[in-house]
């Protein structure tokens, strides 16, 4: 009968003790995956968020160099400055087209994909317009650039901010992301010390009992 016991008392910390080992795994298994999200979040946060970004100023400072370049070219008188000026206009779009067909790559949000479509079709509206002002030249030429080309240029700018703007949106997005994954990493952490505290405390009472068990035993044997 005391065998029967002490058995059903060893059974049911056994099963206690399994049950807080498959906890423990599971809040192992938790908190990986927690920090799997913290770094895919902070490698997202460069690769889709800083890198784009930096990209989009490079796109506006080409967009600055190709006007003051058009500006020169209705400045000038010699068709040597015009063929130049050209030359260093499309080597500018190519790089823009460069940066775009990069930025394409990345992880876009859909306002991101629509922002970028509209930024598109006023690049191509602006190439339009700046390859009428060169085939013009002159008096017509300028013309042209006061009716239609700095409106096209400024239209583009507004796209590409428009642009910018999203992509600091959404890496405070990441950033909240982040903080939601680390809080549950320090939940998953405090349980894991509860566990911890909780084995001790039944080690503790284990060892109690049976030094309690075994006095019992030596007084009845005296007796």
Known sequence: ?????SLKN???IAFLLFCIMCCTLLIRFLEDKSLEKINESFISMYNDRLVPATDLYFIAENLYYKNEILQGILLGDTVVQLSTGIAKMNKHNRKIDSVI?????TLLVKQEKSFLNELK????????VESGILNAVGIEGKGIYESMGKNAA???LAKLSALIKIQSNVGKELIKDSEVFVSGTKVYSTLQ??????????????????NAVKIQSDKFNLN
């Open 193 to 210: 010390v509860i566990l911890a505290i909780v084995i001790g405390i039944m080690i503790v009472a284990i060892v109690s009992a049976s």
């Open 154 to 156: 400024n239209q583009t």
């Open 10 to 12: 060893k059974l049911k």
């Open 1 to 5: 009968m005391k065998f029967a016991f």
């Open 101 to 105: 067909k990069k930025y394409e790559l």
């Open 121 to 128: 079709k006023a690049l191509v509206f602006q190439q339009k």
